[in-house]
C-alpha cells in the first residue's frame, strides 16, 4: 500500500489527518477549511465508531441491499437531541448537506482498535464518497445515551473512491420486523434546511424539497392541525421490515379513528396510484391491524379515480378552500 493517505483501506490516525486535512478532532463530523493540492478542494471528514456511536443511535455502515444504481453507506448525523441543520448545533450536519457548494469531499474512516502502544484510536480510511442526489438523507426515531427517543438524520452516501462493501461494515439487518409510532414530524419535508450559502441558493436543499412535496407538506400540515383541533391524536409509523436496514415512514395517522392517510402533492392517476401501492403495502404492518385507508389530495380527483378508489374500499380527503371535503372519514367497511 502507498503512503498516500487518501488510498482506500490505510490505517492512520485522526491526528495524522488533521495535519493532511486540516479540522479537529473531537467530533465525528470534521468540516476542513485545508484544500488539497491534487485536487483543489478542501474536505468534510466522517468518522464512524462503531463501539461507541451504537450507544447514541448511531447504526453506520453499507446497506444490506443496494438498489438500482449501486450500493449506499448510511451515515447518522450529529446531535444528542432532535438533530438539525441550522444553528450551531448543526454545523456538522450542514457542512455535510453543503459538500457541493463548499467544494468539499466526504471522506469517510472507520475506527478499527488502537494504536500500539497508545490510547489512540487508529481510523481506517473508507473512501471518498458523495451524498445520493435522488435522497440526500432520511429521518428516523432512535434512542440517544440516555434513551431519549428523538430524530436523527440519516445521511446516504454514494461511493467515489471507496472500498468495496464487506460484510464488517454492512449494518446487519432486522432479524424481526419493528413498527413504532413517531411523532408526525419524523419526515424530511419538515426538517428545515439552510436555504442561502454565502448569498447564494444551496444546492443541496432543492433536492428533497419539489414543488410537489412542499405542497405535500403543506396539505398534511393543514390537515394535521385540523384533526388536532377536534382533539384526535396524530402520528406515523416508522417501519423496518426483517431481513432489511432501511426503513419506511407513513403519512399521517390518526390514532384517534384507526385512520391511515397517504397524501400526496396532486391528484393525477400516477399519484394516487402510487398512494393505493403505498398503503397496500404499510397496512400489513400497521398495528392495531386493519385500519381504515384513505389518500389525502389537494383537490378533487376526477370521478374515474374516485371509482377506482372505492372499489379498493379507499377513502378519498380533498382539501376543498381552508376545509378538507371528505372528512370525517367513514370508517365502517364497505359493503
Not at 450559502?197 to 405535500?216: D, F, L, M, Q, Y
Not at 402510487?274 to 404499510?282: C, E, S, T
Not at 371535503?325 to 367497511?333: A, C, I, L, N
Request: glycine letters at 8%.
Amino acid at each position: 500500500m502507498s503512503d498516500d493517505p487518501l488510498e482506500p483501506g490505510r490505517l492512520t490516525t485522526r491526528e495524522e489527518m488533521k495535519i493532511h486535512f486540516g479540522g479537529g478532532q473531537g467530533q465525528g463530523i470534521q468540516p476542513c477549511a485545508k484544500e488539497r493540492p491534487e485536487t483543489g478542494r478542501a474536505n468534510v471528514l466522517l468518522y464512524t465508531d462503531p463501539s461507541s456511536g451504537e450507544k447514541s443511535g448511531y447504526f453506520d455502515g453499507w446497506l444490506p441491499e443496494g438498489d438500482e444504481i449501486g450500493p449506499i453507506f448510511e451515515y447518522t448525523g450529529a446531535g444528542e437531541e432532535d438533530q438539525v441543520f441550522l444553528g450551531r448545533y448543526g454545523v456538522g450536519n450542514r457542512a455535510i448537506l453543503t459538500h457541493v457548494d463548499d467544494d468539499r469531499d466526504l471522506r469517510v474512516f472507520k475506527a478499527v482498535g488502537t494504536v500500539p502502544g497508545r490510547s489512540a484510536k487508529r481510523q481506517q480510511y473508507i473512501g471518498k464518497f458523495e451524498l445520493d442526489a435522488k435522497t440526500p438523507y432520511v429521518l428516523r426515531q432512535a434512542p440517544n445515551q440516555q434513551d431519549k427517543q428523538r430524530r436523527v438524520i440519516v445521511f446516504r452516501l454514494r461511493p467515489v473512491d471507496a472500498l468495496p462493501p464487506n460484510a464488517e461494515d454492512t449494518i446487519t439487518p432486522l432479524p424481526k420486523t419493528e413498527v413504532v409510532p413517531v411523532p408526525p414530524d419524523i419526515t424530511t419535508s419538515s426538517l428545515i434546511e439552510p436555504e442561502l450559502h454565502n448569498g447564494k441558493p444551496i444546492t443541496r436543499s432543492a433536492v428533497p424539497r419539489t414543488r410537489v412535496s412542499r405542497r405535500e407538506a403543506s396539505l398534511c400540515e393543514d390537515f394535521q392541525k385540523l384533526l388536532e383541533e377536534h382533539e384526535h391524536q396524530v402520528a406515523r409509523f416508522q417501519i423496518r421490515v426483517a431481513g432489511l436496514s432501511s426503513s419506511l415512514v407513513t403519512d399521517l395517522y390518526d390514532t384517534t379513528c384507526h385512520v391511515l392517510y397517504e397524501a400526496k402533492g396532486s391528484s393525477s392517476r400516477e399519484a394516487i396510484r402510487m398512494a393505493i401501492g403505498q398503503l397496500m403495502d404499510y397496512r400489513r404492518h400497521v398495528t392495531p391491524k386493519n385500519p381504515t385507508l384513505a389518500v389525502l389530495l389537494p383537490e378533487k380527483p376526477h370521478p374515474d379515480l374516485q371509482d377506482l378508489l372505492t372499489s379498493l374500499n379507499i377513502r378519498v380527503v380533498y382539501q376543498h378552500g381552508k376545509a378538507f371535503s371528505g372528512w370525517p372519514v367513514d370508517t365502517q367497511e364497505a359493503s
